[in-house]
Structures are given as structure tokens and as C-alpha cells.
């Protein structure tokens, strides 16, 4: 990162929204000064003040560069309050892929409102059993929604990178489920998986003499994965509607309005392929795929009249 407090919150937003997902999240899994993984090569548990390493004069839990766990949960998970909406009745749902499964392969979150929580799970299917094909494999991205009891939300659907569009299947549950009962019992899963152990058998620190870091085994295990309670097998049961389909289109941004419900959305043949990183520090400046193309991203198709590069936006920044 070369922003701070303010601007923090503003990259990550305006790269993920004009169809720079990626690099934002390269920015967020950056390497060296400037980024998370320098906190954390130093043995942060929480937030910094500041970017630069200090044992006297920044605090070392801090919420100055919190706001990417805003990005985290409206862009990365891809659930936010509408940005038209008054006192919290209606949610935008609008999910953002990364170019490789290498990076993130699911993610889940819940925006709670006056009207009740509204809730998101994706996840990659059929990825290949090798993680090195998670740079080149074509995969299913299965989406489920949750609106709750007199909440609106509009659902944008997945903005393919090519700009060529993907077909997308989306259909509704005809009965409304307990979903409390499917929380209390998808918790209950996680809480007996963490007893259990069920976790990684390894963690990762920080080799000072190798300027890198490495994967260190353990006896025990050390965090357990959960998966959202959308994708609990007690939903495995429910009974749907017929299945409407979309087809793809190479105009981005295609949106719909969902009533209360549950939600499942399937996105077929999405094309994954290898994330472009720039030097060790991995800078917006060093990564010339970027800044010495003519890709504007998928929101301007008229390259005449709209000059783009991310390095502009970072300065801009």
C-alpha cells in the first residue's frame, strides 16, 4: 500500500469496483513494508497505527487501516447495504472473483440491518485436486443468498473478466427454511470440528535469516476452517424452485431484485488463470501487465474517450 487512514478504504473500493478485483486483492496480500504481511512477519496479532514498524511510538492495536475489513466483507464476500437505501431496508449483493483459486477459493458474510441479517457464501466447485491447476482451470462458482423477512436486496451478478459473460442459473427456495435452526446447527458443527482438532496441522512463520516464510508442522492442530451456514447439509433437503437461466452477456452489471428468501446461484464455466504480480514488493508501479496496458477493466468499453492505467488511480489515490 502507498495509502494510509483515509485512503486505505478507497483503493481497495475503487479498484474492486471499476473491475480491478485482482489487484486489489494483490494489494491486500502484498509482501514487505506497506502491507498486512509485514505486520505479521513482526508478530502482529492486530492492527497497526501505521505502516512503519515502531516499539515506542505507533500503537500496535489500532483500527487507522481497519476499513479493509469493510473491502473484506462488500467486495471480497460481497455484501453491503445498497448505496441508495434508507435506514438499512435494502442490501447489495455483489460478489467479486479473483483471478486464481490460488488466492481465495470461498468466502461468507453477513450484513446485519434493522430489517434482520442478510447473507452471502460463494464458493469455487470442481476445482482439480492439484493446486497448480488452480491457475488454469475451468470451474462452477455456487453463490446462496439469504434475505430475511421484510428486507429487499439486488442481486448483481458475477462480471466475467473477458468481458464475454458467463451463463448463470439462479432459483429460490419454495418453502422458507428455519434458518436460525440451520445457525445454531452449522455452529454446532464448527464447535465439534475445533474440539475434534479437525484443523491444519501447521502454521506459518517468519524465517528472519531466510527473509521468507515457511510452513512449520505441529503436534495439534491450530484453526479449524468452517463453512457458512448456507452451505450446511441440513440445507441439503430443501426443495426449489425450477431453475431460471441467464444467459451471459458482454454488458457488465446486470442486476435483480430478490424479495425475502433463500437463494442458490450456480455460475458455469468460469475461467481461472494465473494472478499478474509485480516485483517482491509486489507495488501497483512495478507491475507494467497493468500499467503499461490499454485494459480500462470491463466498465468502459470505449477506449477513445477514457484514458485509464492503475498506476494513474494509485496516485490518484
Known amino acids: 500500500f502507498s495509502e494510509g487512514i483515509f485512503a486505505v478504504r478507497y483503493a481497495l473500493k475503487t479498484l474492486s469496483d471499476n473491475g480491478f478485483h485482482n489487484l486489489a486483492l494483490s494489494k491486500a496480500n502484498g509482501f ?3 502491507t498486512f504481511e509485514y505486520m505479521l512477519s513482526h508478530n502482529a496479532t492486530t492492527h497497526w497505527e501505521s505502516w512503519w514498524r515502531s516499539e515506542d511510538l505507533y500503537s500496535h492495536n489500532h483500527p487507522m487501516l481497519g ?3 469493510e473491502w473484506m466483507v462488500s467486495a471480497v464476500a460481497g455484501v453491503a447495504l445498497h448505496p441508495t437505501t434508507t435506514g438499512g431496508k435494502e442490501v447489495l449483493f455483489w460478489p467479486r472473483f479473483p483471478n486464481s483459486a490460488s488466492t481465495i477459493n470461498y468466502a461468507w458474510a453477513t450484513q446485519g440491518t434493522r430489517r434482520g441479517d442478510f447473507s452471502i457464501a460463494w464458493r469455487f466447485e470442481g476445482l482439480p485436486e492439484e ?3 488452480y491457475d488454469s ?3 462452477k462458482i455456487h453463490i446462496r443468498l439469504f434475505v430475511p423477512p421484510d428486507g429487499l436486496a439486488v442481486f448483481r451478478f458475477p462480471e466475467y473478466s473477458n468481458g464475454k459473460g458467463v451463463d ?3 432459483k429460490y427456495a419454495t418453502r422458507l427454511e428455519d434458518i436460525e435452526k440451520v445457525r445454531r446447527l452449522s455452529s454446532e458443527e464448527c464447535q465439534r470440528r475445533r474440539t475434534a482438532k479437525e484443523g491444519f496441522d501447521y502454521n506459518w512463520e517468519y524465517d528472519r535469516k531466510e527473509n521468507t516464510w515457511i510452513k512449520v508442522y505441529r503436534k495439534k492442530a491450530i484453526g ?8 450446511h447439509f441440513s440445507l441439503d433437503e430443501t426443495a426449489w424452485s425450477s431453475t431460471e437461466t441467464l444467459a451471459g452477456s458482454s454488458d457488465n452489471g446486470s442486476e435483480i431484485e430478490l424479495s425475502p428468501g433463500l437463494y442458490d446461484v450456480m455460475v458455469d464455466e468460469w475461467q481461472l488463470k494465473p494472478e499478474v504480480k509485480g516485483t517482491k514488493d509486489w507495488r501497483i508501479a512495478s507491475i507494467k501487465e497493468f500499467y503499461g496496458s490499454e485494459d480500462i477493466g470491463p466498465y468502459c468499453s470505449d477506449t477513445d474517450t477514457f484514458e485509464w492505467n492503475v498506476e494513474d488511480a494509485s496516485h490518484l489515490i
Do not use: R
Open 32 to 34: 514487505g513494508v506497506g
Open 67 to 69: 476499513a479493509s475489513a
Open 131 to 133: 493446486g497448480k491447476d
Open 137 to 139: 482451470a475451468v470451474v
Open 168 to 170: 448463470s442459473t439462479i
Open 224 to 231: 479449524t476452517p468452517c463453512e457458512s451456514f448456507l452451505f
